[in-house]
């Protein structure tokens, strides 16, 4: 069972979301953990996609910039046409686990995807699968839109990853390719396995299609969801305060994240936030044997 961080007071600051080049951002590991000192954290998740891949190297980036570290994931899971993200926090990581199942055929589907709407990308534009390639930072890195954004960035053909996502690489674009996922109830109920603790993120982000409804949420709380990120900077108050009744009414605890991707999107490390005491509470609830990275 994973321990607190030694010295957490009511006044640490806690980011339980952000992500690296192992998955779509664009700081390595050691860069992120060293911003998180710079924004005054205490302690930082690494969750990115679908993948534990910066785990080790997040000890001695831990100890080298004295940040706690919290190892997690962010599970990629579909739901008919809605995409719903899982922050996985402390689980095993191990292959036996079905979670680790999900993740490597999620990964692989993902890959083969990018290169189908490379493809047909291709017919209009001038990119290639070689430009794609350029912008990944190496073979354990999750292949997804965001590197197809850059490579069209770099090939001039938008000017940066909001326009591609909201045009050429969104859902209703004629480019775009479904792959893979598991459903979030499954895809809890496996992050339960494998002793983690589920947190469902961003919930109700209008930009990214649709906010998740309140039947498939407590689909998930059945299957085992501890907390709801509701602080979020594509929550408005509205949807704050509403996920906020959701979470009180099922006894969900509330995090709240900034989701950084360092220069990939303009979220900034400690913009959104969790209280000391839900981490304590969530450390609490995990049971495997992976362990906070402490400084």
């Known amino acids: 069972m994973a321990h607190l961080p030694p010295g957490l007071a009511d006044e640490s600051r806690i980011d339980l979301h952000a992500h690296t080049r192992c998955s779509d951002g664009t700081d390595d590991v050691d860069a992120l953990v060293r ?145 893979w996922a598991p459903e979030p109830a499954q895809a809890v109920r496996a992050i339960v396995a494998a002793g983690g603790v589920a947190a469902v993120a961003h919930p109700g982000a209008l930009t990214r299609g649709s906010t998740i409804p309140e039947d498939l949420l407590e689909e998930m709380v059945a299957a085992g969801l501890a907390g709801i990120e509701v602080d979020h900077r594509e929550h408005d108050d509205v949807s704050r305060a509403r996920l906020r009744s959701f979470a009180r009414s099922h006894e969900l605890l509330v995090t709240g994240g900034s989701d950084y991707h360092g220069a990939g999107k303009p979220n900034r490390l400690g913009e959104n936030l969790t209280r000391p005491s839900v981490l304590a509470a969530l450390i609490e609830r995990a049971t495997s044997r992976t362990e906070v990275l402490l400084p």
């Open 35 to 179: 911003h998180a000192a710079e924004a005054g954290l205490d302690v930082v998740a690494l969750t990115d996609h679908d993948t534990t891949a910066g785990w080790d190297e997040a000890v001695e980036a831990s100890r080298r910039h004295g940040v706690a570290v919290i190892p997690g994931i962010e599970v990629s899971t579909e739901c008919e046409d809605l995409s719903v993200h899982v922050l996985a926090l402390l689980p095993d990581p191990s292959p036996s686990t079905e979670l680790h199942a999900h993740m490597e055929r999620a990964r692989e589907s993902r890959a083969t995807r990018a290169r189908r709407m490379v493809e047909r990308l291709a017919a209009d534009h001038p990119i290639r699968w070689e430009d794609v390639e350029a912008q990944v930072a190496g073979a354990s890195t999750t292949v997804g839109r965001p590197h197809i954004a850059d490579a069209l960035v770099a090939r001039g053909v938008v000017a940066d990853r909001t326009e591609a996502f909201g045009d050429l690489l969104s859902s209703s674009s004629p480019y775009y390719v479904r792959y």
